[in-house]
Each structure stands twice: as C-alpha cells, then as structure tokens.
C-alpha cells in the first residue's frame, strides 16, 4: 500500500524529468504511473470487480486501465510464444486453436474506493477454439510501483552482503525460503517466483476477497491458492494454467491466514520475509510491530541466522514532527505512519538482532532505512546475519550498493537496484 509523494505540482515535475529519457525498458517505470494512477472518480478506467470484505478493508475493488506497453506490433511475438507453451505443455494438441492477444491492462486494487493497494499489468487472450473464454496473465516481470521495487533491492542486496549464495538460488540450484505477509495483487512474490528459479515462497493473507481479487481479476496462479489444511486447493492446474505458470505456480503457497497466527503455528525457518501489510483504513497493525508480541518473537527463531533478512513497507519517508513530537495537522492525513516509522524500526531491530535466540546465543545483525523514490514510502529492513560486520554507516551502505549491481546482473533485473538503496539511508541504532 501506497501515497503519491508530494503535491501535484511535485509530481508534474518528477513526471516531466522522467519523460526526457531516450529509452524506458521498464514496464513498471514511474513515468507510467499517469496511466494507472487514474482521477478520484475513476472516469479513466473501469470497475472489473467490486465487493465488501469483512476482514476490515471496506470496499475491495479492481480498476482496469489501458496500458501503451506493449505496442501491438510486439504482441504476435507472445501469441507465438503462448502457442509453443502449449505445445509443450500439451502435446499432440497444438490443432486445438491460435492464440490471439486482445491486449495489456493495468488491473489496480482499491480499498474502501480510495486507497491504491496494489498495482499489476495483465495480458488478456483467448484461443481461436474458444474465443468466448478470456484468460488473464499477470505479467511476472512488470513491478509498477516503487516501493516492490525498493523492497526487493534492498533485501536482495542486504543478503548477498551476508554472503549468500543468491545466483545459486537464481539458477534453482538451491532452495531460498522466502515468506511475503500481505498479498495484494500478488506482484512481488510472482516477481521473486519467475526470477528465483530456487524460491519457495508462502504468502499470507487474512482477507479472502484479497485473494480471490488478485486471481480472479489481476491474473494471479489460481494453482498456488492453499487450504486450511494446508493442501492445495485446486488438486491439478488446468493446461491454461500450466500453460502460463509451468515451472513457476508449483512454489507459490497462498494461505488465507491472520498473520500472527500464521507464524505462531510455523515452524519453518525463512532466509527472508516481506511485510506490506495494511488494512482498509491504511493502518499498520500493532500486534505486527509492537516489541512484545508474540509475533515479532516468534518471528526472530523463524529467521536464518546467518543472512536472515526482514523486509517492512511503511509510511512514510519522512518524520516531520512537531517540537513536542506530535504530528502537524496538515500532515495526520498525508502521512499517516510517520509518527510510528522510529518505534517500527526500534521495535524490529531490537527483537530481531537485540535479543539471544531460543537457543541462547547471542544474535547479531543490523537495521537501516531508506526512502523510497515518487511516494511516501520508507523501507525498514532487518537482517540476522553478520556478513557485513561493520557499524560504521558508510562502509555499511558502500557494501549493500557495491552488491546491488551483482544482484541486477544476477536477476537481469530491468531497473537500477542503487536508486532504491542510496536514497535517506539511516543506520539504525
């Protein structure tokens, strides 16, 4: 969950000083943004889905909008490659239909009408044999807004720090556990899932109607959807599924599950873990922070010891506080989690590198933040590891930056990891 950075004057500009780039090879560039943002009455795109929850978000809705990448003279270029999918996946049946594009969208979930939870780009198609039957392909590469991006460079860059072995986990030669608490559309744990072969990723999500929006109307795996009991809740894909999502959907695991539940009945032991995880009136729970939860306890053990690394989206990049500590007025409606970002941090750092483990020894590890580029948004991060061994802020910084080009080669990821990372680095204490 996200807020735009700035007045719209700000923006225009951010916009503009975009614009003059030669060549944008990013899908999800911040200059798109104007395509997806839409007006407050949504008259530039249209409602695909629209139901009230009753796990607190109010209103849950999807937005579609037309997207102008890519341009339609590249999509018999994926026709051809959605019909040797096919064949692949179902052989002897490549007669059965030519797939045709109808086109690109940008599918944005809603909460309570206003808030902009979550933003993805789907591909809409159908074969020749069944044109009555539209499906949607969620585009796995495609990370629309900045905050995705700031939180996968960060985290990726803080553990090839600790010296793990991430192109082994690329190559899928290693498994690499990762936890994502909040879904939304879905976009980041797919991200991670098409470009770690070796990721094994569990994602949960306390609102249903989340869940059956990002697979219903943003193109999300249906095949990674699991039972109470831990199955699958669909037993075998479809071949339009498989088609899709061969090689990719089988380590995807998302549980309809409060979090602290969740991690109070695991016992699994992550190298990392992202946390976006707001409510419909744009709060970050307490129980998901406060320093004596159970949650935040049971989260330390559930961490790698020597690269554990902990992801948190919060709002927002800046504290600007009155002389006595409290919130300007004008400001309580803008930023609303910018009087709890320091006790967030103090909280994770304090539980997750501060404390000795369940075993006794005494953890060690760091705690920093960075803002994050066009919105109001901070990424807090926590790692267990010792790798980077240093307490002194640049050197800390020099040496996340220097292997945040290691990961963009590695991930032949199609947006500088720096940016994300330099921006407001604040070391924690």
Not at 4 to 23: D, Q, Y
Not at 67 to 83: D, I, N
Not at 180 to 197: D, N, R, T, V
Request: contains cysteine.
């Amino acid at each position: 969950m996200w807020r735009r950075a700035g007045w719209s004057s700000g923006w225009n500009l951010r916009r503009l000083s975009t614009a003059v780039r030669r060549r944008i090879e990013d899908e999800g560039d911040w200059f798109y943004s104007s395509e997806w943002w839409g007006t407050e009455s949504d008259g530039d795109g249209h409602t695909v889905l629209r139901s009230t929850s009753d796990k607190g978000n109010g209103v849950v809705s999807v937005i579609a909008y037309p997207s102008s990448r890519p341009s339609e003279v590249y999509w018999p270029t994926m026709e051809k490659w959605l019909q040797k999918r096919y064949a692949e996946t179902n052989p002897g049946e490549e007669h059965k239909g030519r797939f045709n594009i109808l086109g690109y969208q940008w599918r944005v979930l809603r909460f309570n009408g206003v808030t902009r939870q979550s933003t993805v780009k789907v591909l809409a198609a159908y074969t020749d044999s069944e044109a009555g039957s539209v499906f949607l392909m969620q585009q796995p590469h495609c990370l629309a807004v900045p905050y995705l991006k700031s939180m996968a460079s960060v985290g990726l860059a803080t553990m090839a720090s600790c010296n793990y072995d991430l192109k082994s986990a690329v190559d899928g030669k290693k498994k690499m556990e990762v936890l994502c608490i909040g879904h939304g559309g879905g976009s980041l744990p797919l991200f991670l899932a098409s470009k770690i072969k070796g990721a094994q990723i569990h994602i949960v999500e306390i609102d249903p109607l989340v869940i059956s929006a990002s697979v219903q109307a943003m193109g999300f795996p249906a095949f990674s959807v699991m039972t109470p009991s831990g199955n699958r809740a669909v037993s075998k894909p479809n071949s339009i599924d498989e088609l899709l999502w061969k090689g990719t959907h089988e380590r995807l695991y998302l549980h309809e599950s409060d979090a602290e539940k969740f991690i109070l009945n695991n016992t699994n032991l992550y190298d990392m873990i992202f946390i976006d995880a707001y409510d419909g009136e744009d709060i970050f729970p307490r129980a998901l922070w406060d320093p004596d939860s159970p949650f935040l306890k049971a989260l330390s053990n559930q961490l790698h010891p020597e690269h554990g690394t902990v992801v948190v989206n919060l709002h927002s990049d800046s504290e600007l506080l009155n002389p006595d500590g409290s919130v300007p007025s004008v400001l309580e409606q803008i930023l609303p989690m910018g009087k709890y970002v320091s006790q967030v941090g103090r909280a994770y750092k304090d539980v997750l590198v501060g404390n000795t483990s369940s075993s006794g020894e005494k953890k060690s590890g760091l705690g920093f933040t960075v803002s994050v580029p066009w919105v109001c948004n901070t990424s807090l991060v926590v790692c267990q590891g010792s790798g980077i061994g240093n307490s002194n802020r640049d050197i800390i910084l020099d040496n996340i930056a220097s292997k945040s080009i290691g990961v963009e080669h590695i991930l032949n990821l199609p947006f500088s990891c720096l940016q994300y990372i330099k921006r407001g680095f604040i070391l924690l204490d």
